[in-house]
């Protein structure tokens, strides 16, 4: 099994149990199962787990949110490559995501930590807040289903505050700009059609274009964050002095 991007195994089955919010059975469910890679043996032969059984714990929760079922979920994971990254997993959770309806529940506080994927300190809670996620309300939290894992993941972003709501305000900015944009040139080709065609040509064209922009952004990203790291300014270290 790959092992995680940059850090070895090192969960205990009770460890990532309580970061996945589920118990050690249903872990140990998914793994007879095949849904979930063995740990690797440590001494003793005791199992340890990384980033990508949580990663792919994430997955499935999210793809039983959309209501598929354990056999479903099973022939969606075989289709997958053995060996992803979190990463990648990530990317796919992403995607599956993206086909959820806007949902806004009411939470209690070891439901909203649940569903974030592990404790929040005060401090984490309300930088949810500030980014719009969750909100309190009588009894609990009004929480953003759709965001909250992702929120909770920004929350281990070494940046700041003001960097993680200039880069949403820059991300918000462009997506509406494309979404009209491309509104507009799907609107031009079915002007003249029946009211039925548009509708099915939208169903039809929705996880496409999103498939499309979700893939054309990760790789416009990856080169820029390639030239970024690997650019002269990488090796200027030695005009300090």
């Given at each position: 099994?790959?092992?995680?991007?940059?850090?070895?195994?090192?969960?205990?089955?009770?460890?990532?149990?309580?970061?996945a919010?589920?118990?050690?059975?249903?872990?140990?469910?998914?793994?007879?199962?095949?849904?979930?890679?063995?740990?690797?043996?440590?001494?003793?032969?005791?199992g340890?787990?990384?980033?990508?059984?949580?990663?792919?714990?994430?997955?499935?929760?999210?793809l039983?949110?959309?209501?598929?079922?354990?056999?479903?979920?099973?022939?969606?994971?075989?289709?997958?490559?053995?060996?992803?990254s979190?990463?990648?997993?990530?990317?796919?959770?992403?995607?599956?995501?993206?086909?959820?309806?806007?949902?806004?529940?009411?939470?209690?506080?070891?439901?909203?930590?649940?569903?974030a994927?592990g404790?929040?300190?005060?401090?984490?809670?309300?930088?949810l807040?500030?980014?719009?996620v969750?909100?309190?309300?009588?009894?609990?939290?009004?929480?953003?289903?759709?965001?909250?894992?992702?929120?909770?993941?920004?929350?281990d972003?070494?940046?700041?505050?003001?960097?993680?709501?200039?880069a949403?305000?820059v991300?918000?900015?462009?997506?509406?700009?494309?979404?009209?944009?491309?509104?507009?040139?799907?609107?031009?080709?079915?002007?003249?059609?029946?009211?039925?065609?548009?509708?099915?040509?939208?169903?039809?064209?929705?996880?496409?274009?999103?498939?499309?922009?979700?893939?054309a952004?990760?790789?416009?990203?990856k080169?820029?964050?390639?030239?970024?790291?690997?650019?002269?300014?990488?090796?200027?270290?030695?005009?300090?002095?």
């Amino acid at each position: 099994m790959t092992t995680t991007d940059t850090e070895e195994p090192t969960l205990t089955i009770d460890e990532l149990a309580a970061r996945a919010g589920i118990t050690v059975r249903t872990v140990r469910f998914y793994g007879t199962k095949g849904l979930l890679p063995p740990p690797v043996l440590g001494p003793r032969r005791v199992g340890h787990y990384g980033r990508e059984h949580l990663a792919r714990l994430a997955l499935i929760e999210e793809l039983q949110q959309q209501g598929m079922t354990l056999a479903g979920i099973e022939r969606y994971l075989r289709q997958l490559p053995p060996d992803l990254s979190a990463h990648d997993l990530a990317i796919h959770r992403a995607v599956v995501a993206s086909w959820a309806p806007e949902s806004v529940e009411t939470v209690t506080r070891a439901e909203l930590e649940r569903r974030a994927g592990g404790p929040l300190g005060e401090e984490d809670v309300e930088r949810l807040v500030a980014m719009g996620v969750v909100r309190p309300a009588d009894g609990g939290y009004e929480a953003d289903l759709g965001l909250l894992r992702l929120g909770a993941g920004l929350l281990d972003v070494p940046l700041s505050q003001e960097a993680i709501f200039a880069a949403r305000k820059v991300l918000v900015e462009h997506a509406r700009a494309a979404a009209r944009e491309l509104s507009q040139l799907f609107r031009g080709e079915v002007a003249e059609r029946d009211a039925r065609d548009v509708r099915s040509l939208s169903a039809h064209m929705h996880p496409l274009v999103v498939q499309a922009l979700l893939t054309a952004f990760q790789r416009s990203l990856k080169e820029e964050l390639g030239e970024w790291l690997t650019g002269p300014s990488q090796s200027g270290g030695s005009d300090a002095g």
